[in-house]
């Protein structure tokens, strides 16, 4: 009887230690700890780029203005469906991760990603239209994606004008020129920054007027 015992102890152990470390190590699937899981029709890789677009090539001249972005603005912040998700994550080292909710460690942040969507889908702010990768096609996502994602493809003219329409209307709305002088320079900022580019001329160049970096160079 105690052999059985000592024998069931041993065949279970393997697997209830994977589930306690699994989560750092690497080894626990994103299913294993699934109770639930939300569909979202939305890219969160495509959603953080445009994000990444924002902050690094927008808003450093919105804070140079002192300009404060409607909450209408599709660009704003609380317009982002991944937003108070993306801001719980700790990033310590190129491959550990954590949780900013409940303080769990991952190898990488796609399994963080899996996390987020499986354990804190509460915390999606699931209103129709803040898919923040929409916006995409207007803030020029895939120069900042990893190129090896980025699928080379003939200029389309119709999805481009359409982008150029979605481009100015973004600056229309988030910088209505008859605002502020702030915002009727913000405006301007923005046709050259971003919608100049939107084009099959390829004459254009992305983000001409630099970002963090070149802000004050």
Not at 13 to 24: C, D, K, L
Not at 178 to 202: K, W
Request: glycine share 4%.
């Amino acid at each position: 009887m105690l052999a059985a015992i000592l024998i069931f102890a041993l065949a279970s152990f393997p697997q209830a230690f994977s589930q306690e470390v699994g989560e750092i190590g690497g080894e626990r699937s994103i299913e294993a700890e699934s109770g639930h899981e939300l569909q979202v029709h939305c890219s969160r890789e495509r959603s953080r780029a445009a994000w990444k677009v924002i902050d690094e090539y927008l808003m450093p001249f919105v804070e140079q203005e002192r300009y404060q972005i409607p909450s209408k603005c599709r660009l704003h912040p609380s317009n982002d469906l991944f937003r108070d998700q993306e801001q719980h994550k700790i990033n310590y080292d190129f491959n550990q991760w954590q949780c900013g909710y409940c303080k769990k460690s991952f190898r990488a942040e796609k399994y963080l990603d899996q996390h987020f969507d499986n354990r804190h889908f509460d915390r999606l702010n699931v209103t129709d239209g803040k898919c923040l990768a929409d916006l995409c096609g207007a803030l020029h996502c895939d120069h900042v994606m990893d190129s090896r994602s980025v699928k080379k493809t003939r200029c389309n003219l119709a999805a481009t004008a359409k982008n150029r329409h979605l481009c100015e209307s973004l600056a229309d709305r988030c910088f209505p020129l008859n605002l502020s002088p702030s915002a009727a320079r913000l405006h301007e900022l923005f046709l050259r920054q971003f919608c100049d580019a939107v084009t099959c001329s390829g004459k254009k160049k992305i983000f001409p007027k630099g970002g963090k970096v070149s802000l004050n160079s």
